[in-house]
């Protein structure tokens, strides 16, 4: 089992910057990729970055060149850098991580979320 906790979430104003983090724990060994889903009231859920276990990235448009997805593999760690956010950034977000076992099988996991609150 993989833990995944969030943190960094809250309230800012259009145009702000906030630093979302994930700690993972427990067993932590072939975790591959980490990122960050996010899920607005009355929307479906929505892959929003990812980074693979050799730093490899990928973002849904409409947050490319305002958001940086990084992780720091000595602390189990990905962050979310989130720059001139707009209200429509406003959602839970969740952090994720995909851990692949030796005998093939992937495990998905999923944070508990953090709150992001963007007013105009």
């Known amino acids: 089992q993989v833990q995944l906790v969030e943190s960094g979430g809250g309230l800012v104003q259009a145009g702000g910057s906030l630093r979302l983090s994930c700690a993972a724990s427990?067993?932590?060994?072939?975790?591959?990729?980490m990122g960050w889903y996010r899920q607005a009231p009355g929307k479906q859920r929505e892959l929003v970055a990812v980074?693979?276990?050799?730093?490899?990235?990928n973002y849904i448009d409409s947050v490319k060149g305002r958001f940086t997805i990084s992780r720091d593999n000595a602390k189990n760690t990905v962050y979310l850098q989130m720059n001139s956010l707009k209200p429509e950034d406003t959602a839970v977000y969740y952090c994720?991580?995909?851990?692949?076992?030796?005998?093939?099988?992937?495990?998905?996991?999923w944070g508990q979320g953090t709150q992001v609150t963007v007013s105009s």
């Open positions: 980074i693979t276990s050799v730093r490899t990235t």
């Open positions: 427990g067993n932590i060994f072939s975790i591959n990729a």
């Open positions: 994720t991580a995909d851990q692949l076992l030796s005998d093939a099988t992937l495990y998905h996991y």
